[in-house]
C-alpha cells in the first residue's frame, strides 16, 4: 500500500478489532485519508507513532489509558493531533486527555461521518468536542449544582430559599 503525502494519515489506537477494521475501511474509503498502521495498547502506540498526522485513540486500553497513548504519540511525533475516541466521559478522564495534548473527543455512539469530520478537523486544526460529552458533562455538573442546593435550602421556607 503506497501513501499519499497529501492524504491525513492515521493511526488507530483500539484494543477491539472489530471496531479497528470497521474504522480502517471507512475511513480507508475516504479520498484524502490513508490508515497508516493499527494499535492495540499503549507500548504498540509508541512502536507505531511516526509519521502519522491524526490517531484516533480509545481511553480504554489493556496497558494503560488513551492519556498515556496521547502523551506516546506527542512524544514521538510533536504535530500530530490526537481524537479521543470513547465511551468514557467523566471529567477525571477527559481532564487527563486534554492535558496529555488531545485535540478532540468523539463518543463511540457517534455515527462514523462525525468521527471522520473530527480527523479532517483537527488535521486542519480546529479543537472538536462533540455534543455528547458537552452535554453529558453539563448534565453532571447541574445535577451537582442542584444537590448543592438541595442541602443549602433545606429547612427554609420558601421565599428563604428564594432568596
Request: glycine share 6%.
Given at each position: ?49 511516526r509519521r ?58 457517534d455515527p ?52
Amino acid at each position: 500500500m503506497s501513501v499519499n503525502p497529501k492524504r491525513i494519515r492515521v493511526l488507530l489506537v483500539d484494543d477491539r478489532q472489530l471496531l479497528t477494521d470497521a474504522l480502517a475501511h471507512v475511513l480507508g474509503d475516504e479520498p484524502d485519508i490513508d490508515v497508516v498502521g493499527v494499535a492495540c495498547s499503549v507500548g504498540a502506540t509508541k512502536r507505531l507513532a511516526r509519521r502519522v498526522d491524526v490517531a484516533l485513540v480509545d481511553y480504554r486500553l489493556p496497558d494503560g489509558t488513551g492519556a498515556d497513548a496521547a502523551r506516546a504519540i506527542r512524544a514521538r511525533h510533536p504535530a500530530a493531533r490526537v481524537v479521543m475516541l470513547t465511551e468514557v466521559s467523566d471529567d477525571v478522564a477527559i481532564r487527563a486527555s486534554i492535558r496529555a495534548g488531545t485535540d478532540a473527543f468523539v463518543t463511540e455512539h457517534d455515527p462514523f461521518r462525525d468521527v471522520v469530520s473530527a480527523v479532517r478537523s483537527v488535521h486542519a486544526g480546529t479543537a472538536v468536542a462533540r455534543r455528547t460529552i458537552a452535554s453529558d458533562r453539563g448534565a453532571r455538573s447541574h445535577r451537582r449544582m442542584r444537590a448543592r442546593d438541595d442541602v443549602a435550602t433545606d429547612g427554609l421556607t420558601p421565599r428563604e430559599a428564594e432568596v
